[in-house]
């Protein structure tokens, strides 16, 4: 009667002949996933979900919220996070869990989303600085929302690595602060989620 060795878990390789164990699990690759969580609109809601991200070590990377249905109280949690597979589907389990939440889409397995952040920009400067700054602003089609005679405040709405271009444009004539929204997505299509 010949003995077999006993099933290899999942994802691991046959056992290294020079050590005895198996080799290490090949690692998986991190991912960026945008999630759309759909909720009641009441208070603590916001906590709860934020506290599942920190209680498990998972990253917010992205976070916004707003009432969506007004009459029913709904609203809806855009969160970006980033993971390898078998986190997000962790972190989509976790979520759909909750009591108020109503349901979890990833967007980002869905299909391409349309995705959007909004910017808000301080650039000070004087002379060519400034000429700079509003020469940039206009090749990027940001509005301008204020100006003085050392200063400007540009919005600028796009995705989220032409907000990152702007700004690292605007660092070399004069940055003075940034303030951003965070991503806003929908999916594509005629479709509710």
Known sequence: MKHEPPPLPPGSSPADPATHYPSAPAPQPVNRHTLAVIVDNEP??????????????????????????????????????????????QIKAHLDRLVPVHRVVDLTVQGEAIERELCLVKVSGAGEARIESLRLASAFGAR???????????????????????????????????????????SRGAVAM
């Open 44 to 89: 603590g809601v916001l906590a709860r979900i934020a506290g599942l991200f920190s209680g498990r070590g998972y990253n917010i990377e992205s976070l916004t919220v707003s009432e969506t249905e007004h009459e029913a109280h709904i609203s809806r949690i855009t969160v970006v996070t980033s993971g390898t597979a078998n986190v997000i589907d």
């Open 144 to 186: 301008t929302l204020d100006a003085t005679l050392t200063s400007f405040v540009f919005e600028l709405t796009g995705a989220t690595d032409e907000i990152e271009r702007f700004i690292r444009l605007m660092a070399l004539v004069g940055l003075v602060e940034v303030s951003r929204t965070g991503i806003a997505a929908i």
